[in-house]
């Protein structure tokens, strides 16, 4: 990444947005190329995202996975850590959520299960963090390669145990049991519908506020608490922080584990919220997307909420396609995932030269101005 | 135990063919990675190729024209990369991730567009594939000479000539990477590209080319899965094989003839897979065959932690080259 001379406006807001703006772009021409109308598909994901009945319920529903998973890669990001493993980390926190769940419910309270529940994702994604972020600190590991690897271990893992000890009995498909009654969040149309809201069905729950919370949380931790700044200070160059005697390896630890956790808590939201057993493949590449919500949401928790909501609403106005046209599907979600990558991440300053020419030019004229 | 030992001659055999776009992929890791580069879009690459080739050869019903293509796509996804990473300095991983992505989109995409058939090309008829070329004189060798006859037989016939070229792009990268100024300067560039910059060659140039030989393997990897091996294009046909053979890259420690072997082991253990679901031994009960595919991601975090051997990599790689002035 490189120093920019740009106003700080420019760089939070114009950069993202013309980055944005690109990979649209890009994306209309595609759909143009084969045959369709760029511009009725938009609108068609726009109204399947907010307009119809429930797709606003949809849309947050996915905002809240790509919170955790953008979460997870931004903490990271801070210490320079490039954690790819939010696949992984998400699917093993569904495992700790499998675990509690199966073998607590029914003997303790069904409200003190759920909160074990939520910890357990926790603990699981923090140690599928915990161990590529000691790889790297204490045996030199590069951590893109460790959490690609650790992904593909994870699932391996989850077919072994979903498709053997843990597979439900009497059933073909490789999942668990379902909890015990009880053992679940709240979703919002129930709670509405009891308050005499109708608000159309969706499978948005209480995993909602909890992602806000752990944005609140991830703000305070990095830049109002000592261990942020000394994330961002290993980060920022680690040979500085440790003559400041922060021990750059044990902030890497850490970092990894507080990312794992964090992409581990995606499973609160789709286990604990909607599917009440564990599955195979729940994670459907959130992980992935989480880290073009945190390119997009420049490592801050605020732009990543902005970022995640972009994501969601692609993403349910993505399955809308899949009713109203013959030729584009979820897929095209996919693509212009990636060419958001490509455009914010890969070619995030590929405007920079331009934009420093007019806006650095402006301030030049303006100069004489205020003599 | 002449049923085993045939046995085992038939694991070797898928071995090889497994283990085909493995060596294709590690061997285009290497010249990337050696210039400096990381490439985890390997995946992507082969990938977009496997759509390519398999479109091509439905429409023109030549393989062969149909591997020009993929080779042509995957070496512009190549460019994006080094546009990506070369001229704007991006990082990197990103933007090897962006294309992994952009393709498993865009495969589909197109396909549906052109075919109707859910992502899928059409089954391509055995003319428009690569197939298995049968070596001369095998029943007579079978019958004639003991045990290499049979070898000759099971293992060796029957391969389709991409299997060969893979093999083959082996002894090529050796020499190239080892016995050529291209290669000397190559593992320069990755290593110190202050250095190749004072002696006044671009590194510019020098990682350009390096990608586009990546892009080139990469091609035939994708060719090999949708128009040797398989019959058709099938939606995310890949199915990790890219960052297996990242692995093996690895594993054998950014080295060609290493690397072939990894991607050797790493298509054994795939190919046992497949064999020992349900089968028991003695001491160790039943085997896993969803943990024992898990086995080569396992082994190459074992190795890069130090715990076989050190491992260094390039190293420049990942480091974007800015010109002094």
């Given at each position: 990444m490189q120093a920019s001379r740009l106003p700080r406006y420019v760089d939070i807001c114009v950069i993202p947005i013309l980055n944005l703006l690109t990979a649209l772009f890009v994306a209309g021409i595609i759909i143009a190329i084969i045959g369709e109308n760029p511009f009725t598909a938009?609108?068609?994901?726009?109204?399947?995202?907010?307009?119809?009945?429930?797709?606003?319920?949809?849309?947050?529903?996915?905002?809240?996975?790509?919170?955790?998973?953008?979460?997870?890669?931004?903490?990271?990001?801070?210490?320079?850590?490039?954690?790819?493993?939010?696949?992984?980390?998400?699917?093993?926190?569904?495992?700790?959520?499998?675990?509690?769940?199966?073998?607590?419910?029914?003997?303790?309270?069904?409200?003190?299960?759920?909160?074990?529940?939520?910890?357990?994702?926790?603990?699981?994604?923090?140690?599928?963090?915990?161990?590529?972020?000691?790889?790297?600190?204490?045996?030199?590991?590069h951590i893109v390669i460790t959490t690609i690897m650790f992904n593909f271990i994870a699932s391996a893992i989850m077919v072994w145990l979903l498709a053997g000890m843990l597979m439900a009995p009497n059933q073909m498909s490789p999942e668990t049991i379902s909890f015990q009654n009880g053992v679940m969040l709240w979703q919002f149309h129930d709670i509405l519908n009891r308050l005499g809201f109708d608000i159309g069905r969706s499978p948005l729950n209480l995993s909602f506020v909890l992602a806000l919370i752990c944005c609140f949380l991830v703000w305070l931790l990095i830049w109002r608490t000592h261990l942020g700044y000394r994330i961002r200070a290993t980060g920022f160059s680690p040979k500085a922080s440790t003559y400041a005697g922060y021990q750059p390896e044990t902030i890497i630890i850490i970092t990894m584990a507080i990312s794992g956790a964090l992409a581990g808590m995606m499973a609160v939201n789709e286990i604990l919220g909607v599917q009440h057993r564990v599955i195979l493949n729940f994670t459907s590449g959130y992980g992935f997307t989480g880290i073009a919500v945190a390119l997009m949401g420049r490592n801050h928790p605020l732009g990543i909420i902005f970022a995640s909501l972009l994501f969601g609403a692609l993403f349910q106005g993505g399955a809308e396609l899949d009713f109203e046209f013959q030729t584009i599907t979820r897929d095209m979600v996919v693509m212009i995932q990636g060419l958001i990558i490509l455009f914010s991440g890969a070619l995030a300053y590929m405007f920079n030269p331009m934009l420093e020419k007019l806006f650095l030019n402006e301030e030049r004229l303006k100069e004489p101005n205020n003599d | 135990m002449t049923d085993f030992w045939f046995q085992f001659l038939l694991a070797l055999d898928s071995t090889l063919r497994v283990a085909t776009p493995l060596i294709f992929c590690a061997m285009a890791g290497i010249f990337s990675e050696r210039s400096g580069i990381i490439d985890i879009s390997l995946e992507g690459k082969m990938l977009m190729a496997a759509f390519v080739a398999a479109a091509t050869a439905y429409a023109t019903g030549s393989p062969w024209i149909g591997a020009i293509a993929a080779i042509i796509v995957s070496i512009l996804a190549s460019l994006i990369h080094g546009f990506a990473c070369i001229i704007h300095r991006g990082n990197q991983v990103i933007s090897g991730l962006a294309i992994n992505i952009l393709a498993s989109g865009l495969t589909v995409i197109i396909g549906i567009a052109l075919f109707r058939q859910g992502g899928q090309t059409p089954t391509l008829p055995r003319t428009s594939r690569f197939n298995s070329l049968e070596l001369p004189f095998v029943d007579f060798m079978e019958q004639n000479v003991p045990i290499f006859g049979i070898i000759y037989k099971e293992l060796l016939s029957d391969h389709n000539i991409l299997v060969w070229a893979a093999l083959a792009s082996v002894g090529v990268t050796f020499y190239i990477l080892f016995k050529t100024t291209f290669g000397l300067r190559l593992r320069a560039v990755g290593e110190k590209p202050e250095a190749i910059d004072s002696a006044g060659i671009s590194v510019t140039r020098m990682r350009f080319q390096a990608i586009i030989i990546a892009g080139i393997l990469c091609g035939l990897a994708g060719v090999y899965l949708s128009t040797a091996t398989g019959a058709g294009f099938v939606k995310e046909m890949t199915a990790g094989k890219g960052y297996i053979a990242l692995a093996a890259m690895i594993f054998g420690k950014w080295r060609p003839v290493p690397a072939l072997f990894a991607c050797l082991l790493f298509g054994f253990l795939e190919a046992v897979a497949a064999r020992v679901q349900?089968?028991?031994?003695?001491?160790?009960?039943?085997?896993?065959?969803?943990?024992?595919?898990?086995?080569?991601?396992?082994?190459?975090?074992?190795?890069?932690?130090?715990?076989?051997?050190?491992?260094?990599?390039?190293?420049?790689?990942?480091?974007?080259?800015?010109?002094?002035?």
């Open positions: 938009l609108s068609v994901m726009l109204k399947g995202a907010f307009v119809y009945k429930g797709g606003l319920g949809y849309t947050l529903f996915y905002t809240t996975n790509f919170i955790f998973t953008g979460l997870a890669v931004a903490v990271a990001f801070h210490a320079m850590l490039f954690n790819i493993g939010g696949e992984g980390q998400a699917a093993m926190g569904g495992l700790g959520i499998g675990l509690v769940a199966l073998s607590l419910g029914g003997i303790l309270p069904v409200l003190v299960v759920i909160a074990l529940a939520i910890l357990g994702s926790a603990l699981f994604g923090a140690i599928w963090g915990f161990i590529p972020g000691y790889l790297q600190a204490k045996r030199g590991s | 349900g089968v028991e031994i003695m001491l160790i009960g039943e085997i896993s065959s969803d943990l024992l595919i898990a086995l080569p991601y396992l082994l190459t975090v074992i190795l890069l932690a130090g715990f076989i051997g050190g491992v260094t990599p390039p190293r420049a790689i990942g480091q974007p080259y800015i010109k002094e002035r």
